[in-house]
């Protein structure tokens, strides 16, 4: 059974460029959630998504956009890069309020992508 | 101040030593999760608590919604358990908030 897979896994891009990460959800899993980690820093939420809608936002500018497709997979978009985009971008997924569930340990996270930008 | 706080930031210890990993929220929670970061990102949860502890082969995870605290303990540490080790609360929203990480290094 995969778990989540993300793709690209390493990319550079320069300032000013756009990116499109992706990211496949676990098996049976149908909430995805985007997550900014800065080098030696916690990730940061960035948005979470379900039934192809966008439930809840952090503290994230409108550069950051995305899109879950009817198969649950999801794209983070990032426009208008700047230095401190720099990061690696987890996804996590998760059953709808799964992770609520009392004694489950339901939230799987990707490996992540790692982005540079010069 | 972080509303979820974690310590020490790094800690080394020798194999075969008992390892404590405190972390302190400040928000009303859901559920605490317990995760472990290996060097290239990948995330491994561990634990999801919303009360009590558990346990899972040499871990051992509790928590005291009471005082806003959970402790995450290995016993009989070993170089393999070198790694970042985050606790991140569940807001009542679902939302999944980070502490900063715990960089553990266990020598031989």
Known sequence: ???VTQSPTHLIKTRGQQVTLR??????????SWYQQALGQGPQFIFQYYEEEERQRGNFPDRFSGHQFPNYSSELNVN???LGDSALYLCASSPVFGTRISGANVLTFGAGSRLTVL | KNEVEQSPQNLTAQEGEFITINCSYSVGISALH???????GGIVSLFMLSSGKKKHGRLIATINIQEKHSSLHITASHPRDSAVYICAVQANTDKLIFGTGTRLQVFP
Do not use: E, I, N, Y
Request: hydrophobic letters at 30%.
């Open chain 2, 34 to 40: 317990w995760l472990q970061q290996h060097p290239g």
């Open chain 1, 80 to 82: 208008a890069l700047l």
């Open chain 1, 23 to 32: 990211c496949s959800p676990k098996s049976g899993h149908d909430t995805v």
């Open chain 1, 1 to 3: 059974d995969a778990g």
